[in-house]
């Protein structure tokens, strides 16, 4: 995994992006490495709590991908430096979380992007 440690996906979280929005909430993660394809999302939770993969979706450039559509057949291209915005469906209450997402990266294998963050 280019000699990264799991730690190191920490850094990809944008922080203080974490907040609610509309009917859910959102955060943000930036490529920090190099250009690469998202290829599915196997699981999302938030305070350790699974959460359903429908109604989320990936924001990117302007351009809005429901998570369920992205797969190894109709990936995600993600260039050095873009930043993805993520909704997921269902308001945070105020206070900090944990907000775990278990990504599948084409040129990484399976990723785990844990962020920790105070929503007001």
């Known amino acids: 995994m280019y000699g990264m440690s799991p730690d190191m996906f920490k850094r990809f979280y944008v922080a ?3 907040k609610n929005q509309d009917d859910g909430f ?29 109604g989320i979706t990936f924001v990117m450039g302007g351009k809005v991908r ?29 206070g900090e979380h944990t907000v775990t997402m278990l990504i599948n990266v084409a040129e990484l294998g399976r990723v785990s992007l844990p962020i920790t963050d105070t929503v007001e």
Not at 37 to 47: E, N
Not at 75 to 85: H, I
């Open 66 to 94: 429901p998570a369920q559509e992205v797969s190894w057949s109709s990936p995600l291209y993600v260039s050095y430096g873009a930043v993805v915005t993520i909704f997921v469906p269902g308001k945070l209450e105020p």
């Open 26 to 54: 959102v955060f943000q993660i930036k490529n920090l490495i190099e250009s690469g394809s998202i290829s599915g999302m196997a699981k999302l939770s938030v305070d350790g709590e699974e959460r359903p993969l429908e």
């Open 16 to 18: 203080g992006s974490l």
